[in-house]
């Protein structure tokens, strides 16, 4: 079956699984999946279908040939998240007790399914008890305000899609200050719920992401109260920035296990986005430590909120429209922010956005691939597949395939950003798969 790769696949795996089910069940054996190898075999004949309907994603893709810079040029010292910024960013994340870097993991099974030479895919699921990346940002900062007042009160207000919120409530948890967490209306309640088990107060707004961000600054300066924001704006820059440095860790981490695994460099990075905060990071630190070597660099964000890719298309900054909403809530950003437009739009060799009707059966296809490996099953969240689907979406769309060149030799990484928000959700949405 896995060495069937016409057209006909799927509908031989099907005529071969039903048969095997049935001499099965002859034989005392109610269930094909009540034997491993049987299972298996179920498995891999799903995850081909779910690669085989990749051909359905109606996928956007933009070349930025025009404006990237070119491999030999290096990483601009006029642009923020310099490699001294990463440093000190590591060396403070690095003085936690409880700080480990995040696995960096190999998908050989799902690798050789989309045609490529490895799958590489850095996990964030478990990042310090979070549940993402965002920790490194939020916390960070979290931390050094509270450490340059000493003794004094602090109350931290942000607004969030998610994941943002739960990591800096978590960081204020940690350093014993206040936090007041400002989300829309498309957030769900069960981030809700994980971000005042931290302790914060959570205050719903209506409206989409862009709303609780002006209803968190409105009330934060009649307040007082500090505002920890990933997306900067005219005199409110410092911390936006600090946030996109701590991200960039994540980065040194990737490039110092590719090293330690005796891995070779990935020929595509793709890293899912919103206001584009994380990729800005990674991008920048890839950049400057791979210099002409670096990778195809590819953000891969939401069709409903591709700021982005029309961003890129505009060759300037723009708002797209608030509807529709999208199932990738932590990516359900329509304006870029700019600090990160500053680097990727010199450093993103190609924007991608991806529907999502390519984002609950990219989850259950990595669920599958990690189950048939010896490692931790890795469970992603919605907003935590884009880059994936785009690589799924490849291998069964050859001029997509093409336009991104990927081929049979290329070294795949993608980060995997969010463990699922809400854990029984994602069970229920993949067993269809």
């Known amino acids: 079956i896995r060495s069937m790769v016409n057209g006909q696949r799927l509908q031989y795996s099907k005529v071969v699984l039903i048969a095997l089910s049935q001499f099965l069940t002859f034989r005392g054996i109610s269930s094909i999946t009540s034997h491993p190898t049987m299972a298996s075999s179920s498995a891999r004949a799903r995850m081909l279908r779910i690669v085989e309907n990749g051909q359905k994603w109606g996928v956007k893709h933009f070349n930025n040939k025009q404006r990237a810079s070119p491999l030999s040029q290096l990483y601009p010292p006029e642009l923020p998240i310099q490699l001294s910024d990463y440093e000190s960013a590591r060396k403070h994340l690095a003085s936690w007790e409880d700080f480990r870097?995040?696995?960096?993991?190999?998908?050989?099974?799902?690798?050789?399914?989309?045609?490529?030479?490895?799958?590489?895919?850095?996990?964030?699921?478990?990042?310090?008890?979070?549940?993402?990346f965002k920790a490194l940002g939020g916390g960070l900062v979290v931390s050094e305000l509270k450490e340059s007042i000493g003794s004094g009160t602090l109350t931290i207000a942000t607004a969030s899609a998610g994941n943002h919120g739960i990591g800096v409530a978590w960081g204020c948890?940690?350093?014993?200050?206040?936090?007041?967490?400002?989300?829309?209306?498309?957030?769900?309640?069960?981030?809700?719920?994980?971000?005042?088990?931290?302790?914060?107060?959570?205050?719903?707004?209506?409206?989409?992401?862009?709303?609780?961000?002006?209803?968190?600054?409105?009330?934060?300066?009649?307040?007082?109260?500090?505002?920890?924001?990933?997306?900067?704006?005219?005199?409110?820059?410092d911390v936006p920035r600090r946030i996109f440095e701590g991200y960039s860790v994540l980065a040194g981490e990737i490039v110092d296990q590719l090293a330690e695994q005796k891995?070779?460099?990935?020929?595509?990075?793709?890293?899912?986005?919103?206001?584009?905060?994380?990729?800005?990071?990674?991008?920048?630190?890839?950049?400057a430590r791979y210099g002409e070597a670096r990778p195809r660099f590819i953000t891969c964000e939401p069709i409903a909120a591709d700021c982005l890719l029309q961003s890129a298309r505009a060759e300037s900054m723009v708002t797209v429209s608030s509807e529709p909403t999208t199932v990738q809530v932590g990516?359900?950003?329509?304006?870029?922010?700019?600090?990160?437009?500053?680097?990727?739009?010199?450093?993103?060799?190609?924007?991608?956005?991806?529907?999502?009707t390519a984002i609950y059966p990219t989850m259950a296809l990595l669920e599958m691939a990690t189950t048939e490996g010896e490692g931790k099953i890795l469970e992603a969240g919605?907003?935590?597949?884009?880059?994936?689907?785009?690589?799924?979406?490849?291998?069964?769309?050859?001029?997509?395939?093409?336009?991104?060149?990927?081929?049979?030799?290329?070294?795949?990484?993608?980060?995997?950003?969010?463990?699922?928000?809400?854990?029984?959700?994602?069970?229920?949405?993949?067993?269809?798969?």
């Not at 989300?183 to 709303?211: C, N, P, T």
Request: proline share 5%; charged share 20%.
């Open 263 to 287: 891995q070779q460099l990935p020929t595509h990075v793709l890293v899912n986005a919103g206001v584009g905060g994380l990729a800005a990071g990674v991008c920048a630190h890839l950049w």
């Open 331 to 356: 990516l359900d950003c329509r304006t870029p922010a700019p600090l990160a437009w500053s680097i990727l739009s010199k450093g993103v060799n190609d924007f991608v956005a991806v529907p999502d």
């Open 101 to 132: 870097a995040s696995p960096l993991r190999s998908v050989p099974q799902l690798a050789e399914n989309l045609g490529v030479k490895s799958l590489m895919v850095k996990d964030e699921t478990e990042r310090l008890g979070v549940g993402s």
């Open 173 to 237: 948890q940690r350093a014993g200050c206040q936090a007041v967490v400002y989300l829309h209306q498309g957030v769900s309640e069960s981030a809700a719920d994980k971000i005042r088990s931290f302790g914060a107060e959570v205050r719903r707004v209506k409206g989409g992401y862009e709303d609780s961000v002006l209803a968190c600054q409105t009330e934060s300066d009649a307040n007082g109260w500090q505002v920890v924001q990933d997306v900067d704006s005219p005199g409110y820059v």
């Open 382 to 433: 919605e907003s935590a597949v884009a880059g994936l689907a785009t690589v799924v979406a490849a291998a069964s769309q050859p001029e997509l395939r093409e336009a991104l060149g990927i081929d049979e030799q290329s070294r795949v990484l993608t980060i995997v950003c969010e463990a699922p928000p809400d854990r029984e959700r994602f069970m229920d949405v993949i067993k269809d798969f």
